[in-house]
């Protein structure tokens, strides 16, 4: 750079003048005109069919981008869709196993509930059983008691013993007759 100061001050020196911003020169003018058209002809015939070559690939290159985004974009909304279906679907098969399970639920409720019910009624009636048994065995004691107590009384009032057998026997024919006609 001060190379060039000092020859720009050497040849302003040297009494060479750049003039004014306006004044024309038209040695100047002439020759940055043939720079500027053979530029032009270089540029166009070598610089330019590259310059518009790489122009059209980016176009291509960002036309098909635009094109597979558009193709990406559809194939987004697409499984978008086909994600809601499938996500509809499995809350509907949701819906439906659990009032299966509340159905299977409620069956399993009812037959434990008429199980128990039977089991109950089979207890009631074993129940009812033995009491029958109970009772029927404690009217039979009973009556063994009544009747060894009546032949003790009737054997105190008539002071002798009868057969034991005989005497059994009358005092149960008795007892019988009294619940047939009671």
Known sequence: MTLALLALQE?????ESFGTP???????????????????????????PAIVQATEEREHRIKRQLED?????????????E?????????AEARALVTEAKTIAQKERE???????EEQQ??????????HAERDAAVADLRREAVDLSL????????E????????KLVTEYLSSLERNG
């Open 11 to 15: 040849s302003h020196d040297a009494g």
């Open 22 to 48: 306006f004044t024309v020169n038209f040695g100047l003018f002439f020759w940055t005109w043939v720079v500027f058209i053979a530029l032009f002809f270089v540029l166009k015939k070598f610089a330019w």
């Open 69 to 81: 985004a558009e193709k990406m974009n559809t194939e987004a909304k697409d499984a978008l869709e």
């Open 83 to 91: 994600h809601k279906k499938l996500l509809a679907g499995a809350k």
């Open 111 to 117: 037959q434990l509930l008429a199980k128990a019910r």
């Open 122 to 131: 089979q207890v009631l009636e074993r129940a009812k059983r033995e009491i």
């Open 152 to 159: 003790a009384a009737a054997s105190k009032l008539v002071e």
């Open 161 to 168: 013993n009868l057969d034991d057998k005989a005497n059994r």
